[in-house]
């Protein structure tokens, strides 16, 4: 079981390039977590799907940044027109769809944005 | 919203020693707090966790202690070894939401 995958693991863009983050939840799983980790920042939400449907983005910046879940093996991020202070780590996490059940995390994406 | 903090942010301790992380948060709708483990350059790992409902919960060498009127977990890991050495993160979900809210980390390192 290799667990919840995430592709790239790094990405280096020009400012003003759009960055597409890939999750593959692990399988079974119906529920998959956005989340960003900088130094300054911190571990902070951004937005999850429970069976390929959004449910809460209310993390995410609300220009620029979108996640869709097309199927249920896998959940992209899109950042539009990246800026520097979208470097980070973005990580994918999935569950089971029971309540309060364990979130199991990918090993990150880390984007630097030049 | 919910914030969850952590002390102390840095522990340094000699192999053998007990340690302590202190975890506050501020939303009593909280129910369900994970704790998890970033060692460098690998990923989240899912260590323990404890539900409202409960007050004290115990696996090998970590016990997680939860006050629900002050609004306070602790984490006590024992014997600690060098391979318990990392960051580590206590969270909190709000009532039947499943995001998580995370605490600022506490980073540990064990001496041999």
């Known amino acids: 079981n290799a667990g919840v995958i995430q592709t790239p693991r790094h990405k280096v863009t020009g400012k003003g390039q759009e960055a597409t983050l890939w999750c593959e939840p692990i399988s079974g799983h119906s529920a998959v977590f956005w989340y960003r980790q900088t130094i300054v920042q911190g571990l902070e939400f951004l937005t999850y799907f429970r069976n390929q449907a959004p449910i809460d983005d209310s993390g995410m910046p609300k220009e620029r940044f979108s996640a869709q879940m097309p199927n249920q093996s896998h959940s992209t991020l899109k950042i539009q027109s990246t800026q520097p202070q979208d470097s980070a780590v973005y990580l994918c996490a999935s569950s089971t769809d029971r309540p309060r059940d364990t979130q199991y995390f990918g090993p990150g994406t880390r984007l630097l944005v030049l | 919203g919910e914030q969850v903090e952590q002390l102390p942010s840095s522990l340094i301790v000699q192999e053998g020693a007990s340690v302590l992380i202190n975890c506050s948060y501020t939303?009593?709708?909280?129910?369900?707090f994970p704790w998890y483990k970033q060692e460098p350059g690998k990923r989240l790992q899912f260590i323990i966790d404890?539900?409202?409902?409960?007050e004290r919960k115990q696996t090998q060498r970590l016990t997680l202690l939860f006050d629900k009127k002050t609004k306070h977990l602790s984490l006590h890991i024992t014997a600690t070894q060098p391979g318990d050495s990392a960051i580590y993160f206590c969270?909190?979900?709000?009532?039947?939401?499943?995001?998580?809210?995370f605490g600022t980390g506490t980073s540990l390192l064990v001496d041999p």
């Open positions: 404890i539900r409202s409902n409960m």
């Open positions: 969270s909190a979900s709000i009532g039947m939401g499943y995001k998580l809210t």
């Open positions: 939303d009593s709708a909280s129910v369900y």
